[in-house]
T-cell receptor
Framework: EPEVTQTPSHQVTQMGQEVILRCVPI?????FYWYRQILGQKVEFLVS????????KSEIFDDQFSVERPDGSNFTLKIRSTKLEDSAMYFC???????????FGPGTRLLVL | QKEVEQNSGPLSVPEGAIASLNCTYS??????FFWYRQYSGKSPELIMF????GDKEDGRFTAQLNKASQYVSLLIRDSQPSDSATYLC???????????FGKGTSLLVTP
């Protein structure tokens, strides 16, 4: 069964450094999403992406964040200058169309020191 | 602020019993609702989705939706220790892109 994959599974970085989290969505899916979950808190929407454009973003997704589909398979989330409070699990998800069930990748655990 | 509310629990049920998980939502315009299961340190895993008022059954799971009361529930029949996890309720935003999640209810099924 096709699934969303994410790399790396864990990332440790120093405050102020840039990080890029990578996702490979399910192959025939066209809509891509990033969510984060701070330890002990709820899953929070960051951004959705379709047709090489952001279709929706939350208040969390400020100028420090960006997303890109650099090729036909990868979908990336970049955090330009990480803060301590960016420490969280970051989940990628994808769907074939809008309003469809979102299938989540295994996540990247980001720790900012 | 459009919220999805869940009792954090923990909800403890004996093996073989029915577990009942509840969720309320504030956005009357929400059309679709999802139940995900999340084991500690893992990603959300879809259990069921429901769009229409009433009940929807899938194996041991039944989702119930009452749009008038803005209430969604998940029943787990014949609960097993492997069902012990956090259950997340989510609804789509009006745009249809973002999922709004509740904080989740922790379920513990005791042997």
């Amino acid at each position: 069964e096709p699934e969303v994959t994410q790399t790396p599974s864990h990332q440790v970085t120093q405050m102020g450094q840039e990080v890029i989290l990578r996702c490979v969505p399910i192959s025939n899916h066209l809509y891509f999403y990033w969510y984060r979950q701070i330890l002990g808190q709820k899953v929070e929407f960051l951004v959705s992406f379709y047709n090489n454009e952001i279709s929706e973003k939350s208040e969390i997704f400020d100028d420090q964040f960006s997303v890109e589909r650099p090729d036909g398979s990868n979908f990336t989330l970049k955090i330009r200058s990480t803060k301590l409070e960016d420490s969280a699990m970051y989940f990628c998800a994808s769907t074939a169309g809008p309003m469809e069930t979102q299938y989540f990748g295994p996540g990247t655990r980001l720790l900012v020191l | 602020q459009k919220e999805v509310e869940q009792n954090s629990g923990p909800l403890s049920v004996p093996e073989g019993a029915i577990a009942s998980l509840n969720c309320t939502y504030s956005d009357r315009g929400s059309q679709s609702f999802f139940w995900y299961r999340q084991y500690s340190g893992k990603s959300p895993e879809l259990i069921m989705f429901i769009y229409s008022n009433g009940d929807k059954e899938d194996g041991r799971f039944t989702a119930q939706l009452n749009k008038a009361s803005q209430y969604v529930s998940l029943l787990i029949r014949d609960s097993q220790p492997s069902d012990s996890a956090t259950y997340l309720c989510a609804s789509h935003s009006n745009s249809g892109y973002a999922l709004n999640f509740g904080k989740g209810t922790s379920l513990l099924v005791t042997p």
